[in-house]
């Protein structure tokens, strides 16, 4: 310890690493001073030692090699890299990772959240998140400032669902290619790059089966690859309800290639569709059909909704959907109006019973008359 001409006290140590460095700040007095060397001195006996200068790479440095370093999917690694550029190197890009704080985070988000998306948002929270935990493991820093709870979690209005009718109105004024796409996605629960993936050999008329084994992604660039559906648990055999098997065979005979490896969903000019292309066709669709506010994925809401209301367990619901884990299955287990009504009326009637075979006892040992209900 020295005293400054300031009056200020000034502490040094020397790290485990045999340099010297002085404490981030002077002191008033010099108690305080020898306070800070005794819990550094603590520090760094008990091995929590961070090196102060190993935080001062810039965190957009940091955070761009943070995604090379991972194998991430090609669309998850562009999403990275779009929340990166748009949302945390405008902030944080030039700041040290060591020198981000709590308070930093905390007003980037309320910032952001005056102009973006919350979903948006939660997301560039969850990726600035894990790269701090990251630095963390590193040794960058000694605590992750992104300490916001719920921070990475955003609440999504639940989507409407259609009718049966309704599914089969807008199936109706679909052009023919692509009618099926609207059935199989409502009571198969099928993603648009999953329809559009399928191939002949995926197909089975006889058992009445779907298998779905890829889904096809497109790029900001425009560019489309095929990989696994969503999760894992994606990859699935899905049985046909039988009511929608004609549409299923006339469409494999007049619209899909030919060939096991040939597409089921082609567009007029042979090529595969477009998501762009297939949301005008979408649109358009609805509003022959006098329906709004429906986008095409709220078609396997709409089945998933629908599966759900039979009674299948939340295994089977998983099974048929490609749900990954139980918390998404249970998303379509919700109580309907309906389902109540049934439960209320099988409840109604246990009650009535359950009352006149407690009446009928009590009047054949003399006791109160029967309850009138």
Not at 131 to 158: F, H, W, Y
Not at 281 to 298: S, T
Request: charged share 25%; hydrophobic share 40%.
């Amino acid at each position: 310890m020295r005293k400054l001409p300031s009056g200020r006290w000034q502490a040094r140590y020397r790290g485990p690493d045999g340099q010297m460095r002085p404490a981030p700040e002077t002191f008033r007095i010099k108690k305080d001073a020898t306070d800070w060397l005794s819990a550094k001195e603590t520090e760094i006996g008990a091995g929590r030692w961070i090196d102060p200068d190993a935080g001062k790479v810039p965190f957009g440095v940091y955070a761009a090699a943070w995604i090379k370093q991972r194998r991430l999917a090609e669309t998850t690694g562009e999403l990275y890299e779009t929340l990166l550029r748009l949302h945390l190197v405008p902030t944080f890009g030039k700041i040290a990772v060591a020198e981000i704080t709590p308070a930093s985070v905390r007003l980037w988000r309320a910032a952001r959240l005056e102009h973006t998306g919350a979903a948006t948002v939660a997301k560039s929270y969850a990726l600035l998140r894990a790269v701090m935990n990251t630095a963390l493991e590193d040794q960058l820093i000694v605590r992750n400032p992104c300490r916001i709870k719920g921070g990475s979690v955003t609440e999504t209005p639940e989507r409407p669902t259609a009718s049966v009718a309704e599914v089969f109105a807008i199936a109706e004024k679909t052009p023919n290619r692509y009618r099926l796409m609207v059935l199989l996605a409502a009571f198969l629960g099928l993603r648009f790059g999953e329809l559009i993936a399928l191939r002949g050999q995926d197909v089975d008329l006889d058992a009445g089966r779907v298998r779905v084994r890829a889904a096809v992604a497109e790029l900001r660039s425009g560019a489309r690859i095929t990989k696994l559906p969503k999760s894992r648990a994606g990859v699935r055999t899905v049985v046909i309800p039988d009511v929608i098997l004609p549409a299923l065979r006339q469409h494999m005979a007049v619209f899909a290639e030919q060939g096991r490896d040939g597409r089921v969903f082609v567009g007029a000019k042979g090529a595969t569709p477009r998501r762009n292309h297939f949301n005008r066709v979408w649109r358009k669709a609805c509003a022959d059909a006098g329906i709004k506010g429906l986008h095409f994925h709220d078609l396997r809401h709409t089945g998933n909704t629908m599966a759900a209301a039979t009674g299948a367990s939340t295994k089977e619901l998983m099974a048929r959907f490609g749900h990954g884990t139980a918390r998404a299955a249970l998303i379509y287990q919700h109580a309907t109006e309906e389902r109540q009504r049934v439960i209320a009326d099988g409840l109604n009637a246990q009650i009535i019973a359950g009352l006149k075979r407690g009446s009928g006892r009590e009047q054949a040992e003399g006791g109160a008359p029967e309850t009138k209900i």
